[in-house]
């Protein structure tokens, strides 16, 4: 195993560094839930005057210990956590729990004790869980530090920033009955181990089916993505982001100091590595339930079996709202239904057994199976009163559910594709239902909590698919000239100027339209004649005025040399006017393009996941619609199409009302250039294309912006 977590977060010895007698204090709470779980290891309570604490020998300081210790729990106060990091490495303390707050969560004092604190444990040698973290529990090895009643070990494993959220969790698998966890952890400020480390952790160990995160703040995001991917690979990855809105990333930066980024934009680039992301609280378990069971799907074509009219309605419109498609079942598949059904049966998906199972609920167990060997099936949904027809109806048809449970079991390994239920009987847990959940099938009391399974575990297979076909190119070597020119901007105080942006793509195969610059009006006397014969665009060069139009900077449809002076002279009064210390350089003359669709393509550098690709339709559209797809780089082939074909306006691109479509080809390959450059010189902070006209047979580069990061130089 890789992860050095494996040595204190399954710690043969445990040392509470502030173990009390006082039931309200966590160094008591801590020594119950060890005890009252039978923790086999290994326990030192560190109490400078008490003797012994619940039949256990206690020691005045962690020096006193006669031997290294794996795991520390630190219940002091946030001040004396330096000098005791320095004693506990001395004893040889592997990683080290920090409940205490008052760090850089909590303003500038608090910052500079977080720094000494990781100083400390860097020199000592500890690992960090935290500080400011609820802290944590291995429920297999008995380390149950938070001493919390009721829960019991399985294999979801947990990651939360709020402890009140693993409250709530360990509350619902109870109410479940059926989930387990493996281990949970608090990261509190994460000002050593951080999530890439904990899901490294949890992706490597055994116990751990599915991991599952609830998340405030990345602090190492590109870090994360990796190991994301790389734990993806080997099983579910669940999280919740928390800061979707303003108000929310507000609370999120000062509850524990870290940075929200954008929420659209961390969602998909999550998604890109594997992650499945849920977007309610309430969500967080069902998926993680469903995943660990089930894993992956091989489509997003379900087949619903219901007993009801209403919930089969109900269901097709939670799926379709999900991206997930009714199967268009075979007619082997009716023919075979229709044999085992009431007339009056619905055949066509969803599928409605009108009455058919009221006293013969064993029917549903042999549909299902039919649904399962249909080919275009992926997954099957039962969506009804399962489990409950011997409570509806007659005690006697219990037995018949119980049969159907087993052989439903049965057909789920049989056919290897994902049962999921829904059943109104599920609060009761009738005995059949029970015997589903024991036998990996999930079951929900929700439609909507169903359908969201349905559609990770769908997301899931598409990732796995994806993956194993996915196609980097080479990086792109730096082109000198190009190299030469970046630097000579960030020489000079300034980002790149439109020409040179161009230039640039130019210099990297990307399609470029013709461009002069024109450093005065006495230019335009020796113009060569081609730009006087069609109409161009005419665009003010300056480093000062981004903004051209606001500034009166752009000219358009402009032909013929008098309309062209013309045109210089009123940019050059109205630029000197909004802004006259303005550093201009001249203008810049473009062909005017022809109308096409427009569409954005840029690259921002996020503090938390590095580098980033945004698409989605450009213009004024982008801000109003805010219809964009994200991706980190490096990018996929397979990365870049499905930017395409994510945006909601995919349809425009496609062709609408007998509109010719775009070159989905050609964005994709201008996507994996642009994304190459960035690679190739780091020192591009931002790339805007805005607009960029996409063409049936390609595309023109109507604008481009290159911001340059003049901060981190290039070594």
């Known amino acids: 195993m890789n992860s050095p977590l494996h040595q204190f977060l399954a710690p043969g010895s445990i040392a509470i560094i502030g173990a009390s007698l006082d039931p309200t204090k966590r160094g008591y709470k801590a020594l119950v839930g060890l005890l009252n779980d039978g923790y086999a290891g290994k326990i030192y309570p560190i109490h400078p005057k008490l003797e012994e604490i619940m039949g256990l020998k206690t020691y005045p ?18 001040k004396t956590l330096p000098g005791i990091l320095e004693l506990s490495g001395r004893n040889g303390v592997k990683g080290a729990v920090i409940l205490a707050s008052g760090f850089g969560e909590a303003g500038e004092a608090g910052v500079r004790l977080e720094r000494e604190t990781l100083e400390a444990a860097q020199r000592s040698g500890v690992r960090i869980i935290g500080p400011n973290t609820s802290g944590m529990f291995n429920l297999h090895k008995k380390v149950n530090l938070l001493a919390l009643d009721g829960v019991k070990p399985g294999s979801v494993g947990i990651v939360s920033q ?48 599915v991991a599952t995160l609830y998340v405030e703040g990345f602090k190492n995001g590109h870090e994360f993505l990796r190991v994301a991917r790389e734990t993806a690979r080997k099983k579910p990855v669940v999280v919740y982001k928390s800061g979707s809105t303003a108000a929310g990333q507000k609370a999120a930066s000062s509850h524990t100091g870290a940075l929200a980024g954008s929420y659209a934009m961390t969602v998909d680039v999550l998604r890109q590595a594997g992650v499945n992301v849920v977007g309610k609280s309430d969500e967080i378990l069902p998926v993680a339930e469903g995943l660990g069971l089930l894993q992956q799907a091989a489509g997003r074509r379900i087949a619903i079996l219901a007993d009801g009219g209403g919930q089969a309605t109900i269901a097709s419109d939670r799926l379709s709202e999900a991206g997930l498609q009714l199967a268009g079942l075979e007619p082997v598949t009716r023919e075979r239904l229709r044999a085992v059904l009431f007339p009056q049966a619905c055949l066509a998906n969803p599928i409605d057994v009108a009455g058919s199972t009221d006293a013969h609920p064993r029917l549903l167990a042999a549909c299902a199976e039919i649904l399962g060997q249909d080919r275009n099936v ?11 027809y011997g409570i509806r109806f007659a005690q006697e048809l219990a037995g018949q559910e119980l049969d159907a449970a087993k052989e439903l079991a049965a057909i789920k390994q049989q056919s290897g594709k994902p049962l999921v239920v829904y059943s109104l ?3 009761l847990k009738p005995e059949p239902l029970e015997v589903l959940r024991g036998s990996g099938i999930p079951v929900y009391d929700s439609i909507e909590h169903a359908v969201e399974v349905l559609a990770a575990l769908s997301e899931r297979g598409e990732f796995a698919q994806r993956d ?17 020119m970046i630097v000579a901007a960030r020489q000079a105080g300034r980002d790149l100027l439109e020409p040179e942006a161009k230039d640039l793509l130019a210099a990297y195969g990307i399609d470029v339209p013709p461009q002069c610059v024109l450093s005065s009006a006495a230019d335009l006397d020796t113009l060569d004649p081609s730009w006087l014969n069609r109409p161009v665009a005419m665009k003010v060069v300056s480093k000062d005025i981004l903004h051209k139009s606001d500034a009166g900077g752009v000219k358009l449809n402009l032909q013929g040399r008098d309309a062209l002076h013309a045109a210089y002279m009123d940019i050059m009064a109205s630029c000197r006017t909004c802004q006259a210390d303005a550093d201009i350089a001249g203008v810049l003359l473009t062909p005017m393009v022809r109308k096409g669709i427009e569409v954005i393509i840029g690259v921002s550098r996020d503090p938390i996941f590095g580098p980033v690709m945004m698409f989605g339709l450009g213009g004024i559209f982008v801000e109003i619609l805010e219809d964009i797809a994200f991706r980190s780089i490096p990018l996929s082939r397979q990365d870049a199409e499905s930017m395409v074909n994510q945006i909601k306006a995919r349809k425009i691109l496609e062709g609408a009302r007998g509109a010719a479509g775009v070159s989905k080809e050609a964005l994709v390959e201008l996507i994996l250039k642009v994304a190459g450059i960035v690679e190739a010189h780091p020192e591009i902070a931002e790339i805007d294309l805005n607009p960029l006209m996409a063409y049936p047979d390609g595309y023109a580069v109507v604008d481009a912006r290159m911001i340059l990061d003049r901060v981190n130089e290039r070594k």
């Open 61 to 78: 300081s962690i020096e006193q210990v006669p031997e290294p210790v794996d795991l520390a729990l630190i219940c002091t106060p946030a």
């Open 378 to 388: 992926d997954q099957v949904f039962l969506v009804g009163m399962f489990g409950g």
């Open 162 to 209: 709020s402890g009140n959220m693993l409250l709530a969790l360990a509350l619902e698998a109870q109410h479940n009955g059926h989930i387990g966890f493996s281990t949970y952890v608090g990261p509190g400020n994460q000002t050593d181990i951080g999530f890439a480390d904990y899901l490294r952790y949890l992706g490597e160990e055994a116990n751990t089916q």
């Open 468 to 484: 194993a076909s996915a196609v980097y190119a080479e990086p792109m070597l730096p082109n000198p000239a190009m190299q030469q």
């Open 425 to 427: 009987y599920a609060p």
